[in-house]
């Protein structure tokens, strides 16, 4: 039935495929849904489209959809911003099938098994939310009590509302050139959210140059307190002041310590890796010492012997050395019998003809 409504398309549909549609209008009849109401995605990757072509040309039609979710779908559309920020849609939606158990085959999207039936591993299908849980290092802060002296207190206080964080799979929208694993910072008020904000600085020097960007976040994020931002705008007015009290330079070295904090750990990583490594050479350099060693003692050990066996080994007998040179006189003979005589006359070959 969903066969025969499909508007014909580069890509054909058969029967057992999976697609995705409105749960509003599903169970009716195919000729009594509205446009776009079930859509056949030809692969996992191309899920997001499907459902980006739903909320666009389907739920505003669908006279199924309840009034309080229409308006609340249309509160959430206005409020959005365009383009997904922070983590990416698209990785959604494959993680997602992937937990289903949906893959991609020659005959479009199908299950490779039960999806009523429990994963090894228990997990939420709410990517967003897990990703960020798993990877976040909260429990290291970013600045301490000891910072607030040697910096203004507006810098002190928006820095204090980032944590540390992995760059995940799901990252790659807009980040993708990071490598899995590397860390940055990101909002504590909506980390895990689909409208998170993360930072990745490249080099310290960053950190200084782009904290305009993090205070504008806290600003607009929707998550922070209202009091937070008033706070926040009471004291960027005081900034300057304060700053102008301070130290020459103590903000670049708070900017350091920063660094320093956010990547104590693969610091500490680099220098086991690094003695792992030495201790290892130091160990392959013992072992090739010992083999060598080894291969001298044997040697010695074998070159005395050989001394010994050729020294008591007996001469040879006398008749031997006396029937060598009676042996070369006839070969010396039978080279005289077959020597060319000097006036043998030499004859040319029959059917040669001169040139």
């Known amino acids: 039935e969903d066969i025969a409504v499909r508007t014909p398309t580069t890509f054909s549909v058969v029967e057992g495929q999976v697609g995705i549609g ?13 446009n776009r109401a079930v859509c056949f995605p030809f692969s996992i990757a191309r899920i997001y489209q499907s459902v980006a072509d739903i909320q ?3 739920f505003n039609e669908c006279k199924m959809v309840p009034k309080e979710v229409r308006a609340k779908f249309t509160s959430l559309q206005n409020a959005s911003s365009k383009g997904s920020k922070g983590l990416a849609t698209r990785q959604y939606w494959i993680s997602s099938a992937k937990k289903l158990g949906l893959a991609d085959t020659n005959k479009g999207i199908r299950f490779i098994r039960d999806p009523e039936s429990p994963t090894e591993q228990p997990v939420s299908l709410d990517i967003l939310a897990q990703v960020a849980s798993d990877v ?4 290291k802060p970013l600045v301490l009590p000891e910072d607030k002296p040697n910096i203004a207190e507006f810098l002190f206080v928006v820095m204090d509302q980032l944590q540390p964080c992995r760059f995940t799979e799901a990252d790659r929208n807009k980040r993708r050139l990071k490598n899995l694993g590397c860390i940055g ?12 904000r993360k930072f990745f600085w490249s080099s310290v020097n960053a950190v200084e140059s782009n904290f305009v ?15 937070l931002k008033d706070q926040l705008a009471e004291l960027k007015l005081l900034r300057k002041e304060q700053t102008a009290r301070l130290k020459v330079g103590s903000q670049k070295a708070f900017f350091h310590q920063v660094w320093k904090r956010l990547h104590a750990n693969e610091e500490e990583q680099k220098q086991q890796q690094q003695q792992q490594q030495q201790q290892q050479e130091e160990l392959m350099l013992k072992q090739q010492q010992e083999q ?47 020597q060319p005589q000097n006036d043998a006359p030499i004859m040319e070959a029959d059917h040669v003809t001169p040139v």
């Open 136 to 139: 976040t290092t909260a429990s």
């Open 292 to 338: 060598k060693s080894s291969i001298k003692q044997e040697h010695s050990e074998q070159h005395p012997q050989q001394q010994q066996q050729l020294q008591a080994s007996p001469p040879p007998p006398p008749q031997l050395q006396q029937q060598q040179p009676l042996q070369e006189q006839p070969s010396t003979q039978l080279l005289q019998q077959h």
């Open 22 to 34: 409105c749960v509003h209008c599903y169970n009716l009849p195919a000729k009594q849904r509205s």
């Open 56 to 58: 666009r040309f389907h």
């Open 185 to 196: 910072v990101e909002c504590k008020h909506c980390a895990g959210k689909v409208e998170s």
């Open 213 to 227: 960007s993090v205070h504008t976040h806290m600003m607009e994020c929707k998550f922070v307190p209202q009091e």
